[in-house]
């Protein structure tokens, strides 16, 4: 199963199952290495397949340089209880630095609508001293009008 979110460039994959699907150990070293080079794809199931505790080590090696995946599901394979632990360590630090860029996206968001806003105020104060300025005109304007009807009637 293949789920996806929608992007510029079409479905964007976010999350494989390939649960019971009878990989191997090297299957899953390509598979696994394969993922660190798209950062899209966060999520992975590999339930019920060969893999072996053999690969452990190299396994816990490649996890632990992806920082995209946030999931991955290894149950019913024979690793360790150990290197599944370090497995959720991995993807609890994953997940702290995704959680950690939102906050960055947000003040930098937050920084700009500032920024914005204090451009509309300056340009509202530009606008009222205009305004006022015309005024003064208008009404400069209507005092010599009256003043050049005053020199008529006389």
Do not use: W
């Amino acid at each position: 199963m293949l789920e996806g979110q929608e992007g510029q460039g079409g479905t964007q994959l976010t999350k494989f199952d390939l649960s019971s699907c009878r990989l191997n150990d090297a299957g899953l070293i390509y598979l696994v290495n394969a993922l660190a080079s798209n950062p899209r794809v966060q999520r992975i199931r590999l339930n019920d397949n060969f893999f072996s505790e053999h690969i452990e080590a190299n396994l816990l090696e490649i996890l632990n340089k992806n920082m995209n995946l946030t999931e991955i599901g290894l149950h019913g394979n024979r690793f360790s209880h150990h290197c599944l632990a370090k497995v959720k360590q991995i993807f609890q630090r994953n997940m702290k630095l995704i959680e950690e860029q939102e906050p960055n996206k947000l003040k930098a968001e937050l920084y700009r609508l500032k920024y914005e806003h204090e451009k509309l105020e300056a340009a509202r104060r530009e606008l009222k001293e205009q305004k006022q300025h015309i005024d003064s005109l208008n009404n400069e304007k209507n005092n010599l009008i009256n003043d050049m009807n005053k020199m008529k009637a006389d």
